[in-house]
Nanobody
């Protein structure tokens, strides 16, 4: 089985920073694109950022451009989200996803359980 586990969430003051991590584990043959999404209370889930398999291309929501940076370490099967200049409107549950080809099974999209980020003074 493949699992994605996020970490790094918490409470931070406006203007502060957090770094989220999402580690994939299990019998993995390869991982393609990875991404971060978020869902605030009463709102739909929205894309935050995505990154290609080799890290050469990234994509960001307009609301986080210039403040958030997505990166990955393929040796560790881990994707990161560096969040700077955080705003109260960034408060949400942040989830990662990844297109994973497990050993002996077809490639498909996997999701983590999410980590809470709260930006408040």
């Amino acid at each position: 089985q493949v699992q994605l586990v996020e970490s790094g969430g918490g409470l931070v003051q406006p203007g502060g920073s957090l770094r989220l991590s999402c580690a994939a584990s299990g019998s993995i043959s390869s991982i393609n694109a990875m991404g971060w999404y978020r869902q605030a209370p009463g709102k739909e889930r929205e894309l935050v950022a995505t990154i290609t398999s080799d890290g050469s291309s990234t994509n960001y929501a307009d609301s986080v451009k210039g403040r958030f940076t997505i990166s990955r370490d393929n040796a560790k099967n881990t994707v990161y989200l560096q969040m700077n200049s955080l705003k109260p409107e960034d408060t949400a549950v942040y989830c990662c996803n990844a297109v994973v080809r497990p050993a002996y099974y077809p490639r498909r999209l996997y999701w983590g359980q999410g980590t809470q980020v709260t930006v408040s003074s």
